[in-house]
């Protein structure tokens, strides 16, 4: 008798140990479900799937995650990625956002509750996979939300551009020469997608933004919009200064140093509208036979005339920059005057800067400038007093009223 009664406890015992087992493993696939539907979101016919949840918890230095948006309808549907839900303010911690998709680019930024990219067009059947590089030097803790939003219609700065302007599929003249007409809105194909930009002596890319006057660049590939101030800051900047004369550091040069200080005059009460992307300082050289070091842009633009949108040197993340050599020379800037393309100011007396080096003589780097008759020149040593056009990018989000001219220039609703 007690040997049966051990084994009917044992029997017993077993079967208590797999019914809290099934218990176990039924509660488990339960949590699974719930934690897989809070993954998958399905909103307008958008399908966001949050591969790693959408609230991110961030405790190390770094931390990546990934989703993804297709586009279920037959319709092509537009949407918005933003960061909410920030647990605590952040010192240091700073974020780069890539994709699949070429024509969306990368976005960088601190970290912060904000849009991330703005009115990205899905087409239909289309999947956008999305990665998110989260870098915490300072090891904060904190968390925050990734928010993807279905927008009904695309009425971004971008497409209102767009709408009002003929697209045409090339420029009238070589980039040797200087665009003395209005040669209007000119559509480029880039590795990081279609960008359009204006050239000659256009009359519709004013816009009216922080109390000051500014003209149309291009529209990026990402769909944000690049502006340059329509006039120079007052004073006369040197790019450099004697204690870093000779550095390749556009971060560290005196001339940023004033961008800055300027946009916290006149554009930090503006400043969510401004988007920090990257600034190409093109440092790309190479050593001549006489053993001087010359920067590869003096080739592109003074010799082959080809000026790109793609950068082979270093990219500046900032908020504020200056124009390049090679976006004076696709406005319609030469070596030969103008006084007849919108970068042109008329009664202006000195040149000034763009952010595109030349030439590095004896440690003294000499850079590309317009000159006050329009003129794209070059060989102007860093420490030459001349004038500032800042420059900046507006965020997709951004909407507008306004035709774009002078009278009418557009201005942010």
């Known amino acids: 008798m007690r040997g049966k009664y051990k084994v009917t406890l044992l029997v017993i015992a077993i079967c208590i140990f797999l019914l ?51 586009n279920q309808l037959a319709t092509t549907l537009y949407y ?27 976005a960088i930024g601190q970290i912060e509750v904000k849009p991330l990219s703005s009115r990205i067009a899905i087409l239909p059947g289309e999947t956008h996979r999305y990665t998110l590089e989260i870098l915490n030097p300072d090891r ?30 090339s420029a009238l003249t070589t980039f040797d020469l200087p665009a003395t007409e209005n040669e209007g809105l000119i559509k480029m194909n880039t590795e990081l997608g279609s960008i359009y930009y204006f050239r000659g002596n256009v009359t519709n890319n004013y816009v009216s933004f922080a109390g000051l006057t500014w003209r149309i660049i291009r529209i990026n590939g990402d769909n944000t919009v690049k502006l340059v101030l329509d006039s120079t800051t007052p004073n006369l900047i040197a ?6 004369f000779g550095s390749s550091d556009f971060i560290t040069s005196n001339i940023y140093k004033n961008l800055n200080e300027w946009y916290a005059s006149y554009l930090q009460e503006s400043d969510s509208n401004i988007v920090s992307t ?14 001087n070091i010359e920067y590869l842009s003096n080739i592109r633009l003074f010799t082959n005339y080809a000026p790109t949108t793609i950068c082979s040197g270093t990219n500046v993340s900032s908020k504020i920059a200056l124009l390049t050599a090679d976006e004076v020379a696709m406005a319609g800037g030469s070596s030969t005057g103008n006084t007849n393309y919108y970068l042109y100011i008329p009664d202006l007396q000195a040149s000034w800067w763009t952010m595109t080096p030349n030439a590095n003589n004896n440690g003294i780097i000499s850079y590309m400038v317009v000159d006050k008759d329009g003129a794209l020149i070059r060989d102007v040593a860093e420490s030459s007093q001349l004038f500032v056009r800042p420059t900046i990018t507006l965020t997709r989000r951004v909407t507008v009223s306004g035709q774009g001219t002078i009278e009418d220039p557009y201005v942010l609703n």
């Open 20 to 70: 809290v087992g099934v218990q176990i493993n039924y509660q488990m696939y339960l949590d699974n479900q719930v934690n897989l539907s809070a993954f998958i979101k399905v909103t307008e016919g958008l399908s966001i799937n949050y591969l790693n949840g959408t609230t991110i918890e961030v405790n190390n230095s770094s931390k990546e995650i990934s989703f993804s948006v297709t």
């Open 80 to 106: 918005d990625v933003d960061i909410t839900n920030l647990s605590s303010s952040v010192n240091n911690a700073t974020y780069r956002l890539t994709s699949d998709n070429a024509n969306l680019g990368e």
């Open 140 to 169: 904060e803790n904190f968390s925050l939300e990734i928010e993807v939003k279905s927008l009904q219609t695309d009425n971004s700065f971008a497409n209102t551009i767009l709408n009002q302007n003929e697209i045409k599929e």
């Open 239 to 244: 790019m450099n200064t004697n204690e870093n």
């Open 278 to 291: 990257y600034y190409c300082y093109d440092n790309s050289l190479q050593t001549t036979s006489l053993g």
